[in-house]
């Protein structure tokens, strides 16, 4: 089944301590992109990535970190969270720049950080 | 900037009415999107339209475009109580082309069995 799996589905942590957020996307897709979803700001984007060793700022991308090393997978490493980087997470991926520009999500990772 | 705004912020209709929801944007696109969101869950897409194209079809779904008033709406007949969800538009823009959709901050639509 071609789907975007992200882990963990919720997150609870403290201020400071490092947490990675994976994402893998099993549709060779050249795009993957994260998202942050906050009430009243709709989604935003933090980074994404054109392809393996390609990544770029998004809106909002203070205080996270991405890497793609592979092309299934984009994870999401907040070096030193914070109490504002709480909010819902979405990972997608896309045949962007083919025709094909729809975006496929992660059923997404809710982080609470204490 | 705001791109991909929609309007109502909310909306109550009762099953088997229409729902329209609109989308405004500010700049030259590429393309528009609409998604769904069921609640906390992933988002996914329900209709693309380009920049060259005014409406859209698919199953009970309707989408226009109006490229001079930079708006677009979403059309929803004979609404289900399945349909109850946040909708959101997403747009494509030519300046940031190839990198990213933009969203705006959604519809909520609820359908009364």
């Known amino acids: 089944e071609a789907q975007v799996t992200q882990n963990p589905r919720y997150l609870i942590t403290v201020t400071g301590k490092k947490l990675t957020v994976t994402c893998s996307q099993n549709m060779n897709h050249e795009y993957m992109s994260w998202y942050r979803q906050d009430p009243g700001l709709g989604l935003r984007q933090i980074y994404y990535?054109?392809?393996?060793?390609v990544t770029d700022k998004g809106d909002v991308p203070e205080g996270y970190k991405v890497s793609r090393k592979e092309k299934r997978n984009f994870p999401l490493i907040l070096e030193s969270p914070s109490p504002n980087q709480t909010s819902l997470y979405f990972c997608?991926?896309?045949?962007w720049g083919q025709g094909h520009e729809k975006l496929f999500f992660g059923s997404g990772t809710q982080l609470s950080v204490l | 900037s705001q791109q991909g705004e929609e309007d109502p912020q909310a909306l109550s209709i009762q099953e088997g009415e229409n729902a329209t929801m609109n989308c405004s944007y500010k700049t030259s696109i590429n393309n528009l999107q609409w998604y769904r969101q069921n609640s906390g869950r992933g988002l996914v897409h329900l209709i693309l339209i380009r920049s060259n194209e005014r409406e859209k079809h698919s199953g009970r779904l309707r989408v226009t475009l109006d490229t001079s008033k930079k708006s677009s709406s979403l059309l929803i007949t004979a609404s289900r109580a399945a349909d109850t969800a946040s909708y959101f538009c997403a747009t494509d823009a030519e300046e940031t082309s190839g990198s990213r959709l933009t969203f705006g901050e959604g519809t909520q639509l609820t359908v009364n069995p």
């Open positions: 997608a991926s896309s045949l």
């Open positions: 990535s054109m392809n393996v060793e």
